[in-house]
Nanobody, 125 residues
Framework: QVHLVESGGGLVHVGKNLTLSCTYS??????????MGWFRQAPGKEREFVGV???????FYSDSVKGRFTISRDDDQNTTSLLMNSLKAEDTAVYYC?????????????????WGQGTQVVVSS
């Protein structure tokens, strides 16, 4: 069982930066530290993949955020962070962190078993 809580959302202007955090707690019989993904859902749109950091700390990102967003993790502190630079109005969404079913995960929602409640990010022009 993995419990996730996101924080750090808010209102920010176009071009500014914002960092989201996700604190996770693992109970039961963990088989390892899972991959941690970030997704987002804009109003009226499907949830979309943002990026993932594997248990090895390898990362990959969607094309829409590559070069602007950076995911990191601190397994001693049980946190993963999403640093968002040069924000655009189209980055406005509810952002979710998710724990993978295993040590590695891809861009599909099915790769993730546990989800946080989401944190709202509004990028205003």
């Amino acid at each position: 069982q993995v419990h996730l809580v996101e924080s750090g959302g808010g209102l920010v202007h176009v071009g500014k930066n914002l960092t989201l955090s996700c604190t996770y707690s693992i109970s039961g019989q963990p088989v390892g530290i899972p991959a941690m993904g970030w997704f987002r859902q804009a109003p009226g749109k499907e949830r979309e993949f943002v990026g993932v950091i594997q248990s090895t700390k390898t990362t990959f990102y969607s094309d829409s955020v590559k070069g602007r967003f950076t995911i990191s993790r601190d397994d001693d502190q049980n946190t993963t962070s999403l640093l968002m630079n040069s924000l655009k109005a189209e980055d406005t969404a509810v952002y979710y962190c998710a724990a993978g079913r295993g040590l590695f995960a891809g861009s599909g929602s099915d790769d993730y078993r546990w989800w946080g409640q989401g944190t709202q990010v509004v990028v205003s022009s």
